[in-house]
């Protein structure tokens, strides 16, 4: 009888907390709600292409430079100059590539080009045809800021962790597994300064540190809706030959 009492006092116990625990938000709530606070549907869907400037800077190598990134009808074209060395990057019609006057030409491969594609601005509010799962695992504090922490499962590569802030609603850190033309190395992103660019919150500066490169990147401008030559994206003739010599 004394045992009967003691395993139905902590059934009942069990109960409580579980029904005493606050649940967590679903993640497809928080991500619907990362895109009111960034700007809303109707900013997402106006806004076609843009442009970006800002300067990215490796501290530990003493070396900074400029970069552009063209975006516009899912193609993506980025430009980096530093110390001497240029280096070019895009993605278009299943083509992502890479090329710069020190090591040339590459093709990405599957993997690195759907995560070059899942770095597009509007990737977190088209999540669903980029992820085939999302899920809130739990919460954590993220320098100082209260976040849930949602991993998010792409259709192509590794899962990523989102942390979002539980007081802002959009992303202080991602941390994933990043593939790169030396492997899938672990990498992790801090997104910070969050500024208004033509009617979007878009994060100002960026702390990334993917294997044992350590970078940052400040966004300094952000131009919306300006015609942007289609020729921009065009693959280079070197990066286009490569890309025919893969297809055959």
Known sequence: MMMTRRVLLIGVLASVGAFGADPLPSAESLLDRYIQVTGGRDAYESRKSQIMWGTIVYPAQGIQGPFVRYEANGMIYTFVEMAGVSVESGVKGGVGWERSNATGPRIMGSGERAQALRERFDSLYRWRESYTKVETTGEETVNGQPCYRVVLTPVAGYPETVFLSKKDGWPVKV??????????????????????????????????????????????????????????????????????????
Not at 191 to 208: C, D
Not at 215 to 220: E, R, V
């Open 175 to 248: 941390s994933a597994i990043y593939q790169t033309q030396m492997g899938a190395l672990p990498g992790e992103v801090v997104v910070s300064n969050y500024k208004n660019f033509g009617g979007m919150m878009v994060p100002a500066k960026t702390s990334n540190k993917i294997g044992n490169a350590a970078f940052t990147m400040t966004i300094d401008s952000v131009e919306v809706n300006t015609a942007i030559d289609p020729n921009r994206f065009n693959l280079p003739a070197d990066v286009l030959a490569l890309a025919n010599r893969r297809s055959k």
